[in-house]
């Protein structure tokens, strides 16, 4: 191996690759995985030494807590191939800090820096080969922790595995998307893990947003759970409402997710002078917006998709298609978002890391 | 194998019993598990066929959708040895009827009742020496189903693992437990999947628990999260309270599980002319019961520990110690409940049923 600061990671490379069976042109996002993957467990009250090792299955006790109290938090985010082949990656540290947030809210323990990111940037070092270059193409990246421990007793796990895993990806969302506004279901409470990325937090997605599909959209528009008048949060992702030209988006709570996403595409949007508000909007302003003709656009914004623009949504017997317009906010700034990814423009923020 | 009506399950039996090194008296609950356990894959879009197998270890790959989507559910239930040595399930088919509502809130597949409750009682059958005679004795059963498709893409899986795992028990909790009433997080959302019993619901209770432990508390009374004025449930379990002579707890609603004690109990204190409200029983309501000595018990219901008095509750600044009273409802509850599990009083409610 070559020699990097990486004397603390223990490194068991794959004998062969299965880079030359995958066919990039067609990928299912999240289906492929790479060669390799980082393994770090906690155990004893403390982090073992991470392992990076053959991508392969584990063996777990049928009583693990996982299976059964849920402990489980995971992050995504991706890196980039730049023109000179180069592998960059984007905020990680800020999907590393809201991690370690989403383990205490879930009494699971914090994992140190030179885990995460250090594990990260020496498997992305190994994986250089998987980012390819491209718009839209990307390196999906999903580090996640769930609890080892055995024995069924509604107690949180004494033992943790800390995984990273990599997924080589096209774009996310081709199909034009639909919204229902919910009325009914809820995705968090006050006082709930629904700024925590949670396992749990979207297997209660599920059964809503099959209920809209069957109906004919694809994603929800979530509401707070009391009331159901401020609009929260789109599908996996956070939203975006555009009236007139000021983009509207929800503040973080404790029932939001505080999107790397999101907060890029407000100062993205400062940057370029465009009018941002972080505020509730609420149902009836929305619908207002719709019928006067001051509602522009409505997107999603999240890792996978990075803006996932909403044609049309429904309220309650409600439907509203959202006009077709020339000079979409969300098309200009995927695009500039883009470029910053790809190094195609300069990152006066400071956003992307290059992987030695 | 003897003949029974199961030939619609595979049986492969353990060559040896692990039951000798299995020391009765010293169980810690939930950590020791029978020789079998009964597993169903469901794949294809539909259930396989279940098999009764040695309990071993489950072989998963690392982007299994339980580890980062969270759909999980289980069912907690028990079984009691009587005088004569045979073995009772107690209202399992409640347990099944609530295991197949939460299949359907978190989009997984109903389970049949053939697989669940036939293959629960021929694995009973199998494990009859497991449950052993004596008050506070118990088989606790725990089926389960997790999503084992692969992907870390945020949609329902397609495949899902059905479990049965077995575990001998003796008396849950010994400590006398006092609880702080929440008025900050909260187990469930409107609309949401507290009254599915889903693993994700179990992780998010997991810190809070911990802030009241490190104050010298054991649980939590959950009150409902847009006001915290309703009294919910006590920890993982459903609570009530006796003012003066009558019996108070809240409806099941989206927030509340349906528990199985919780309903029994209901029942029980009816038939002995106790006189029950379900009703959503206010802080205010509480804090003046308390403070006028008209409070007389609180106490947990759930299966695990049947019945769990509470000993004090703090409220903000507030503490108060529960009086100490000769006439415990929660024990005379207990007792005739117990009675019935343990086929030591007639069950004129057509609750229990012999494992043949």
Same mark, same amino acid.
């Given at each position: 191996?070559?020699?990097?600061?990486?004397?603390?990671?223990?490194?068991?490379l794959s004998s062969q690759s299965k880079i030359n069976e995958v066919d990039f042109e067609n990928l299912t996002f999240g289906t492929v995985f790479t060669d390799h993957m980082?393994?770090? $467990?906690?155990?004893?009250?403390? %982090?073992?030494?991470?392992?990076?090792?053959p991508y392969q299955p584990?063996?777990?006790?049928?009583? !693990?807590?996982?299976?059964?109290?849920?402990?489980?938090?995971?992050?995504g985010m991706k890196a980039y191939k730049d023109e000179?082949g180069?592998v %960059?990656?984007?905020?990680?540290?800020?999907?590393?800090?809201?991690?370690?947030?989403?383990?205490?809210?879930?009494?699971?323990? /914090?994992?140190?820096?030179?885990?995460?990111?250090?594990?990260?940037?020496?498997l992305l070092?190994i994986e250089k080969d998987w980012v390819r270059y491209g718009m839209g193409r990307s390196l999906y990246i999903r580090?996640?922790?769930?609890? !080892?421990? /055995?024995?069924? #007793?509604?107690?949180?796990?004494? /033992? +943790?595995?800390?995984?990273i895993i990599l997924s080589p990806a096209k774009s996310y969302y081709n199909q034009?998307?639909?919204?229902?506004?919910?009325?009914? +279901?809820?995705?968090?409470?006050?006082?709930?893990? =629904?700024?925590?990325?949670?396992?749990?937090? +979207?297997?209660?997605?599920?059964?809503?947003?099959? @209920?809209?599909?069957?109906? =004919?959209?694809?994603?929800?528009? %979530?509401?707070?759970?009391? *009331?159901? !008048?401020? @609009?929260?949060?789109? =599908? !996996?992702?956070?939203?975006?409402?555009?009236?007139?030209?000021?983009? #509207? &988006?929800?503040? *973080?709570?404790?029932?939001?997710? $505080?999107?790397? &996403?999101?907060?890029?595409?407000?100062?993205?949007?400062?940057?370029?002078?465009?009018?941002?508000?972080?505020?509730?909007?609420?149902? $009836?302003? @929305? @619908?207002?917006?719709?019928?006067?003709?001051?509602?522009? /656009? #409505?997107?999603?914004? =999240?890792t996978a998709a990075v803006?996932?623009?909403?044609?049309?949504?429904?309220?309650?017997?409600? +439907?509203?298609?959202?006009?077709?317009?020339?000079?979409?906010?969300?098309?200009?700034?995927?695009?500039?978002?883009n470029? #910053?990814q790809y190094?195609?423009?300069? $990152?006066?923020?400071?956003?992307?890391?290059?992987?030695?």
């Amino acid at each position: 191996m070559e020699s990097t600061t990486t004397s603390d990671i223990e490194i068991m490379l794959s004998s062969q690759s299965k880079i030359n069976e995958v066919d990039f042109e067609n990928l299912t996002f999240g289906t492929v995985f790479t060669d390799h993957m980082l393994v770090c $467990d906690f155990k004893n009250g403390e %982090w073992q030494k991470p392992v990076i090792q053959p991508y392969q299955p584990f063996t777990l006790d049928p009583s !693990t807590k996982v299976f059964h109290y849920g402990q489980a938090i995971f992050e995504g985010m991706k890196a980039y191939k730049d023109e000179q082949g180069d592998v %960059w990656m984007f905020r990680a540290n800020e999907n590393f800090n809201r991690f370690n947030k989403s383990a205490i809210r879930l009494a699971m323990p /914090e994992v140190p820096e030179e885990v995460f990111m250090g594990g990260l940037r020496k498997l992305l070092h190994i994986e250089k080969d998987w980012v390819r270059y491209g718009m839209g193409r990307s390196l999906y990246i999903r580090p996640y922790m769930i609890a !080892t421990g /055995e024995g069924v #007793i509604a107690q949180p796990s004494s /033992e +943790y595995k800390f995984v990273i895993i990599l997924s080589p990806a096209k774009s996310y969302y081709n199909q034009e998307v639909k919204v229902v506004i919910a009325n009914h +279901y809820s995705r968090a409470a006050n006082g709930g893990i =629904g700024a925590a990325k949670a396992a749990g937090n +979207y297997a209660g997605q599920f059964y809503p947003t099959k @209920l809209a599909v069957e109906k =004919g959209f694809q994603q929800i528009i %979530w509401t707070d759970d009391a *009331t159901h !008048t401020k @609009l929260e949060e789109a =599908g !996996t992702m956070n939203v975006f409402f555009r009236i007139n030209n000021t983009l #509207i &988006t929800a503040p *973080t709570s404790e029932r939001i997710l $505080d999107g790397v &996403t999101r907060k890029s595409l407000i100062d993205l949007a400062k940057r370029e002078g465009i009018d941002v508000e972080v505020r509730s909007l609420l149902v $009836d302003e @929305l @619908l207002n917006a719709a019928k006067n003709g001051t509602l522009k /656009e #409505i997107f999603g914004a =999240g890792t996978a998709a990075v803006i996932n623009p909403i044609v049309g949504f429904a309220y309650e017997d409600l +439907y509203f298609d959202l006009p077709k317009i020339e000079n979409s906010m969300a098309m200009e700034l995927k695009d500039k978002l883009n470029k #910053i990814q790809y190094k195609l423009a300069e $990152d006066t923020f400071g956003w992307t890391e290059k992987i030695e």
